[in-house]
């Protein structure tokens, strides 16, 4: 049982085949600069990495391209089409319409066509990546796995925005939520460490280039940072997170930048990469305040200091706390970031075990809280194609 499990966005294609006996990757790869010059496929499997450099002005041919070299007798992995069962497609805006991934057909592609002014950069690729497959394998059912779903469980009082209800209404303006595989998956994976069954309230803080957390009580998703878009709430790589609206219209009048380019300079300009103005990549910075660089350092304060304010309210929203979980780049990778947010964490009950942190495998489960510790704390790896290939198979009879 095999599925193909595919990311697509603007100018690149991400994949991976997924033997479903046992969960493997068979293989993964990349089709990067699509439309662009110089566009390339690339695969890798247990044969080893291959590229081929050549044009590929669309998502179609992109695909084509990937599913030769699937088939390719000396760097592919299957014989032939056939051999793929499903296609599970990351879809990113679910609107209000599917709380849960669904069967692509016809009636369905029309719906997610229709929400694509609500992600409007992420959405056309992601369907061309769904009207490529249905014309390449036809015979392999083709799934939506949405990265709003997960967050649909949030209440009504949490996700809409005060402004007049008609543009609730009108608009579909409310809080949807991202990296919502991301948080399913590492919320899964923290109900089975936590081992009890009930009471379960969980914090997941999926800290990467983009960054989001979530409250989830029980297993269903309470809260979370990001907003109507993924510019909402934490500080992040490029993006400024939460900001006062206002600051759109002054920055505006101040800068001669239209209301496109002031939400543009927001996604992309700003986060930590502007407050240092050196990278929005965190090794980077951490190099940097570490030989003293004062607007580095300033950059890792206000980080790590939203995502403890976030850390704070989910706990109050949800009447208390019993795990922190850290994904993601930063998350899994950077020791001294969770130990910044970790800190002076007492009074919620976290005990924080600085050795067990510094010491933590890279890729792997780890505890980083005492074992006296009231609230858990662990590093939980994500891995947001899985849940993909895992919803895809519910579809497969
Ligand atoms: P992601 O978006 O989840 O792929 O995360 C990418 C980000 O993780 C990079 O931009 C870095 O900021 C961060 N990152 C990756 N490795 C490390 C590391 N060893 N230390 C600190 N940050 C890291």
């Known amino acids: 049982m095999k599925v193909f499990v595919i990311n697509c966005g603007s100018s690149s294609l991400k994949y ?59 760097h592919g992995c299957i014989e032939n089409m056939s051999q793929i069962n499903a296609v599970g497609h990351r879809v990113v805006h679910s609107g209000e319409d599917f709380n849960t991934s669904v ?14 002014e609500l992600a409007p950069l992420h959405m056309p690729p992601n369907i ?31 996700y809409m925005y005060a402004l007049p209800y008609d543009d609730y209404k009108n608009y579909k303006i409310r809080k949807y939520g991202f990296h919502g595989t991301s948080h399913q998956y590492v919320s899964q994976q923290a109900r089975q460490i936590f081992k009890k069954d009930g009471d379960f309230k969980l914090i997941v803080c999926h800290l990467g280039n983009g960054a989001s957390i979530s409250a989830v009580k029980n297993d269903k998703c309470v809260d979370t940072s990001m907003g109507f878009t993924p510019l909402d709430g934490l500080i992040m790589g490029t993006r400024s997170g939460s900001i006062d ?12 930048m239209s209301l496109t380019q002031v939400v543009d300079y927001l996604n992309k300009k700003s986060g930590v990469l502007g407050i240092s103005g050196i990278s929005s990549d965190f090794r980077d910075l951490e190099q940097a305040s570490k030989d003293g660089d004062e607007r580095a350092k300033l950059a890792i304060a206000m980080f790590v200091y939203r995502v403890k304010t976030f850390i704070g309210a989910y706990s ?62 662990h590093i939980i790896p994500t891995n947001e194609e899985l849940v993909i290939a895992r919803e895809t198979l519910k579809f497969y009879k």
């Open 245 to 256: 609206a206002a600051i759109l219209e002054y920055l505006s009048k101040k800068t001669g």
């Open 128 to 158: 061309a990546g769904i009207e490529s497959c249905l014309k390449s394998i036809p015979h392999a059912p083709a799934v939506a796995v949405f990265d709003t779903s997960f967050h649909s469980s949030i209440p009504q009082y949490a």
């Open 103 to 116: 069967k692509i057909d016809k009636s369905v592609l029309k719906i997610i066509a229709s929400n694509v």
């Open 16 to 74: 991976q085949l997924f033997d479903m006996k046992n969960e493997s990757v068979i293989a993964r790869g990349i089709v990067d600069r699509i439309g662009i010059n110089e566009s390339y496929v690339q695969i890798e499997t247990e044969k080893g990495k291959y590229k081929i450099v050549k044009e590929m002005p669309n998502h179609s041919v992109a695909i084509q391209s990937v599913l030769d070299l699937l088939t390719d007798r000396k």
């Open 316 to 377: 109050a929203s949800m009447g208390g706390l019993d795990m922190v979980v850290f994904t993601a780049g930063v998350g899994e990778n950077s020791s001294l970031i969770r130990e910044y947010i970790c800190y002076d964490m007492e009074y919620l009950g976290i005990d924080f075990d600085k050795s067990k942190n510094t010491s933590a495998i890279r890729g792997s489960i780890a505890e980083i809280s005492s074992d006296k510790s009231r609230v858990k704390v």
